[in-house]
C-alpha cells in the first residue's frame, strides 16, 4: 500500500481488505481490478461527504478530489447514460462535450433517486468504480493524470483513493480534453 501525500487525517487502508468499507457493485468492480491491492479507502463520517465538508474536516486538498456525476439524455426514446469525472474545483461540460459525446439533443444530470437506484450506490458517493456495464466513464484529461486522487467508493461512510491512471484504466472510461470547466 502506498502513502497518500494527499490523505490528510485519513486513516488509509487497503480497499481489497476492506469490502466492508465499499458499496456491493463497488466491491465486485474492484475485485476485479488487476491493481486493487494498491487502491486505498478511508472511513470518514458520512455527515462529512460533500467535497467541501469533507476537505475540511480531513485536511485532503480539494485539488485531489474528484467527482462523479451521472449524466442522462434521450435519443430515439432510449435513455442513455454515462459517468463523467472532473476535479471538484471543476464542472462538467454536460451541455456541450457530454451531450455530443452522448449524441442526444439535451444531456443533464440524472435525477438523484434514478442514479442511485441504476447505479446501487448512494447520492454523494457515486464512483466509476462499479457502475453499470456499458456505461462510459467519461474522464477529464486533468483528472487521468493526477497522481493522487480522491473519489466516492459508492457509500457516504468512506472515501477511495486512487490514481487517475487507474481511473483511465477502468472498462469503459474514455480520456477527454476539456470535458470540465473551472468554478467561477
Known amino acids: 500500500m502506498s502513502t497518500w501525500t494527499i490523505a490528510g487525517t485519513l486513516n488509509v487502508e487497503s480497499a481489497a481488505q476492506r469490502a466492508d468499507l465499499l458499496a456491493e457493485p463497488v466491491a465486485k468492480a474492484l475485485?476485479?481490478?488487476?491493481d486493487a491491492e494498491s487502491v486505498g479507502v478511508a472511513a470518514?463520517?458520512?455527515?462529512?461527504?460533500?467535497?467541501?465538508?469533507?476537505?475540511a474536516a480531513y485536511?485532503?486538498?480539494l485539488t485531489?478530489?474528484?467527482n462523479c456525476v451521472v449524466v442522462a439524455g434521450k435519443r430515439a426514446g432510449e435513455v442513455r447514460y454515462a459517468a463523467a469525472m472532473v476535479l471538484a474545483t471543476t464542472r462538467a461540460?454536460?451541455?456541450n462535450v457530454i451531450k455530443r459525446r452522448l449524441d442526444v439533443r439535451k444531456a443533464s444530470f440524472a435525477p438523484m433517486a434514478e442514479a442511485v437506484e441504476l447505479t446501487d450506490m448512494e447520492y454523494g458517493g457515486i464512483t466509476p468504480v462499479g457502475l453499470p456495464?456499458?456505461?462510459?466513464?467519461?474522464v477529464d484529461k486533468a483528472v487521468a493524470e493526477a497522481p493522487e486522487l480522491i473519489i466516492g467508493?459508492?457509500?457516504?461512510?468512506?472515501?477511495?483513493?486512487?490514481t487517475?491512471?487507474?481511473?483511465?484504466?477502468?472498462?469503459?472510461?474514455?480520456?477527454?480534453?476539456d470535458l470540465a470547466k473551472p468554478v467561477g
Request: negative net charge; charged residues 20%; glycine residues 10%.
Open 153 to 162: 467508493s459508492g457509500i457516504r461512510g468512506s472515501k477511495l483513493l486512487v
Open 59 to 61: 485536511s485532503s486538498p
Open 64 to 66: 485531489a478530489s474528484a
Open 164 to 177: 487517475g491512471a487507474q481511473l483511465a484504466a477502468l472498462p469503459g472510461a474514455e480520456i477527454i480534453e
Open 31 to 34: 475485485a476485479a481490478l488487476p
Open 133 to 138: 456495464e456499458g456505461w462510459p466513464i467519461l
Open 44 to 55: 470518514i463520517d458520512p455527515e462529512l461527504a460533500d467535497t467541501a465538508e469533507f476537505c
Open 93 to 95: 461540460d454536460v451541455n
